[in-house]
DNA sequence: TTGTATGCGTTATCAC
DNA sequence: GTGATAACGCATACAA
């Protein structure tokens, strides 16, 4: 290899050159525009590797307005729930040829409003979003909307109506499959640990769960009921509380696993006998639960699953671009399932 | 507001026209430039906000070459270790003005390879590697050295010399605390799952387990030695193996947290006691070893400090960036300790 | 099938 | 302190 003056870095301009022809046909042969000969087209394939040419995406993006990279923004990549999405979100855009901007917000508001703005100053195509914990105004998202930028809400959507598109697990049914499978395995003095009933799927398993105790003519006690951040610490808390009179509760419903587990750890300290005297469910199906002893019952929520239609939902909105109308349609809801285990 | 014509965006010409000054001024302005007069430093922000005015970092990036965003190719985003590595780092570079485009390789050597040269074309300012598995070759990362962009390893690195920059954990030292612990521990009989030796972390895990047990004069059986892919099922498949004759192990090293688990429920269902017959140490702390009955020790890693370090020396070879001399120094390794639990 | 010319939006350089 | 201009690298409309 001849030594070369070190100038910044290769383009299409000096392929053309070093080629004698023009930049519009090494621009077209390297893009496999149909309407180039076999021939230069081989020839400028070659040329490019040999001057270790690389494809500029900044300037393409520029000229293209658009950058084939997608937002992502989720509360916590360390959820079991979220990996599992995005593992297949993201094979799923990389093979549609998207690239992936995976921010959290670690559920704090501020962070994901400025994680927004952030991906909407960097020219992100669509935006795939769960919300923080405490997220009720999403009037961040408003540029992407009024932008006609593809936005879609998975699992923790807004509890409003907005232009985006909704794609949602059925934690209603979690919560009547839970509630009906604590009834049935004989629990009549339930209790029940919640997330914040700002987050809609708190919203949405909370009355499930209410209605399904309300069928078998069950209300929850006001004082047996929690609504707060779902941490082992705090459901500690929650438990000691529960079990420090004598009238105590003989069913749990957890709004995720990671309270189900501090019950279990809570109730071997007490030595309190499961599922004989408490019968506890969990809400994910963490893989956590299947480890403990004894393994708790859960619910599936099928992350790869709704990463497709998520995926499905946004390679869509992205060839339709542009396009006359772009029709949303109803919220997507995704299958759930309970899975048994020791604990009820 | 007036209803305005739909052209595409607003621009810093748009403002500029709307506000009878300079695109030149404008920009200055946004950009906080020291030679503006406050005066119209704040007319133009006004009139951005008003005129929903968004930065283009496509253009911004074409024109200052530098796109801003450091990609990052981990083997799996669902390993404790990484999901608590890639926070870390988030935070950091996110803080120093960098977005993070993560991208998972699923340990697959192909993938990996085409994720380095979308990246590549991606113009990613840095480069952040967990290797897969099996990657020997790390030819697909020559392009970064060569021009001049910053390429990290870290945890699993390159085991030849590169111009990259490697940051890893201590894993040496991880073998041999364990090796130590189940010596004074009582074993004598030891079996070791491992994971392939192409992967700089199981040797150096290997090297120190076994330079562990050579101190105290044992050496490991070869058929009691595996190097596999540490899944829960090729670590039931082994331990078959080793449990299947009059002969058996008393003490158990695993090189991933995965497969000590699986060696608690093997021993679990066989009813060998833990750890009176058999002592199992597992690497990488991951918060399961702690749910299990019995808990497991662990070999903790420290993720987030690993992060740490890793966005140091990231930022500092970005801001380096043309300056004369660009000093790699030594491989960076990052301590290790032993957590112990109920398993030895 | 190929070439010419232009512009995407921003910012650095130079001039005033 | 501000303005005019050019250039970053690419892809297209149009012409040939």
Redesign the pocket.
């Known amino acids: 290899m001849t030594s070369r003056k070190p100038k910044?870095?290769?383009?299409?301009?000096?392929?053309?050159r070093a080629?004698?022809?023009?930049?519009?046909?090494?621009?077209?042969?390297?893009?496999d525009?149909?309407?180039?000969?076999?021939?230069?087209?081989m020839r400028v394939k070659e040329m490019a590797k040999e001057m270790g040419?690389?494809?500029?995406?900044?300037?393409?993006?520029?000229?293209?307005?658009r950058s084939n990279i997608i937002g992502l923004i989720v509360p916590r990549i360390s959820m079991y729930f979220h990996a599992y999405f995005i593992t297949s979100l993201q094979r799923q855009l990389q093979a549609a040829g998207y690239n992936l901007m995976i921010c959290q917000s670690n559920d704090s508001v501020k962070l994901e409003k400025e994680l927004a703005n952030s991906l909407y100053s960097a020219r992100v195509d669509a935006l795939v979003v769960s919300l923080a914990l405490y997220t009720e105004d999403i009037s961040h998202f408003d540029g992407f909307l009024q932008q006609g930028i593809p936005l879609v809400f998975y699992d923790r959507v807004p509890t409003v109506e907005t232009g985006a598109y909704v794609i949602k697990g059925d934690d209603y049914r979690g919560g009547l499959l839970a509630g009906n499978h604590l009834m049935q395995a004989g629990c009549r003095q339930m209790a029940y640990i919640s997330g914040p009933l700002s987050c809609s799927i708190y919203q949405e398993r909370t009355r499930g769960f209410v209605d399904a105790l309300a069928k078998h003519g069950i209300a929850l006690r006001e004082d047996w009921v929690f609504h707060q951040e779902l941490t082992a610490e705090n459901a500690w808390n929650s438990l000691r509380k529960l079990f420090k009179g004598k009238h105590i509760p003989d069913g749990l419903f957890a709004a995720n696993d990671t309270t189900a587990i501090a019950a279990v750890e809570f109730a071997r300290e007490r030595q309190i006998p499961i599922p004989d005297k408490l019968k506890i469910i969990g809400y994910s199906n963490d893989p956590r639960t299947s480890i403990i002893t004894p393994p708790i019952t859960s619910v599936e929520q099928y992350p790869s699953e709704m990463a497709d239609k998520v995926a499905d939902t946004l390679v869509g909105a992205l060839q339709r671009q542009g396009s006359a109308v772009t029709r949303l349609g109803e919220p997507l809801v995704c299958p759930v399932d309970l899975v048994r285990r020791m604990t009820t």
């Open positions: 910044s870095e290769n383009s299409i301009v000096d392929i053309a080629l004698g022809i023009s930049p519009a046909t090494v621009s077209r042969a390297l893009n525009n149909s309407r180039i000969s076999e021939a230069t087209r040419y690389r494809h500029n995406s900044m300037a393409s993006s520029l000229r293209n307005r």
